[in-house]
Nanobody, 125 residues
Framework: QVQLVESGGGLVQTGGSLRLSCAASGRAISPYAMGWFRQAPGKERELVAGISYSSGGSTIYAASVKGRFTISRDNAKNTVSLQLNNLKPEDTAVYYC?????????????????WGQGTQVTVSS
């Protein structure tokens, strides 16, 4: 079992930045891919970014956030972060951290076994 706790969400104006953090406990996340997902009201949960098992590993991003968001991980601290820059109102959602079941990140919810409770990001226009 792994527990994931997100932090860092909040209210920001268009063009602003936030940094989300995810702290894992219960087991080491180092062998597994990690991901950030988001879910806006009335919409399905979607992958925002994923990172493979190593700290300098491969990453994947949703087309809508590529170039603006950056995922990173610190396996020594058992944490994953998501830097959100140049935020837009359409980025408003609950953001979830997820632990994968394999070493490489999946674009699908099904590729992740454990989920955090989520943190709200609201971008005002």
């Amino acid at each position: 079992q792994v527990q994931l706790v997100e932090s860092g969400g909040g209210l920001v104006q268009t063009g602003g930045s936030l940094r989300l953090s995810c702290a894992a406990s219960g087991r080491a996340i180092s062998p597994y891919a990690m991901g950030w997902f988001r879910q806006a009201p009335g919409k399905e949960r979607e992958l925002v970014a994923g990172i493979s098992y190593s700290s300098g590993g491969s990453t994947i991003y949703a087309a809508s956030v590529k170039g603006r968001f950056t995922i990173s991980r610190d396996n020594a601290k058992n944490t994953v972060s998501l830097q959100l820059n140049n935020l837009k109102p359409e980025d408003t959602a609950v953001y979830y951290c997820a632990a994968g079941s394999t070493a490489l990140p999946s674009g699908s919810n099904a590729g992740y076994n454990y989920w955090g409770q989520g943190t709200q990001v609201t971008v005002s226009s």
